[in-house]
């Protein structure tokens, strides 16, 4: 059974930063592709920003790019989410997501991915 357990959400200003972390338990990490999605009240998750199981291929959503940096370390179990000048329409549940890694790319929808950690709620205020 694959778990994940996210970590490093809070209350921050807008401007300020946030990084998430989510730790694998079980599996060969280096094996999965590794996303992170956000689900704001009301709306829909979507994906943030996935890497592939190498860590040389990453994908963002458009609201994002260039704020955030997604990133891992096979050797830690451990991908992260670096979150820089926070807005607060980036408000919501972030969950880590992972999926082993069928090919070298990334995956960005939801279908594909099988294990969900139990998410972590980042709040920015204006």
């Known amino acids: 059974q694959v778990q994940l357990v996210e970590s490093g ?3 921050v200003q807008a401007g ?14 280096s094996s ?3 996303g992170w999605f956000r689900q704001a009240p009301g709306k829909e998750r979507e994906c943030v920003a996935a890497i592939n199981w190498r860590g040389s291929t990453t994908y ?3 609201s994002v790019k260039g704020r955030f940096t997604i990133s891992r ?3 830690k179990n451990t991908v ?5 000048s926070l807005k607060p329409e980036d408000t919501g549940v972030y969950y880590c997501a992972a999926a082993r890694a069928a090919y070298t ?6 279908a594909e991915y099988p294990y969900w950690g139990q998410g972590t709620q980042v709040t920015v205020s204006s």
């Open 60 to 62: 963002y959503a458009d």
């Open 9 to 11: 959400g809070g209350l």
């Open 80 to 84: 992260y989410l670096q979150m820089n």
């Open 105 to 110: 790319g990334y995956y960005s929808t939801l």
């Open 32 to 34: 999965y592709a590794m």
């Open 73 to 75: 370390d096979n050797a």
């Open 16 to 29: 300020g930063s946030l990084r998430l972390s989510c730790a694998i338990s079980s599996g060969t990490f």
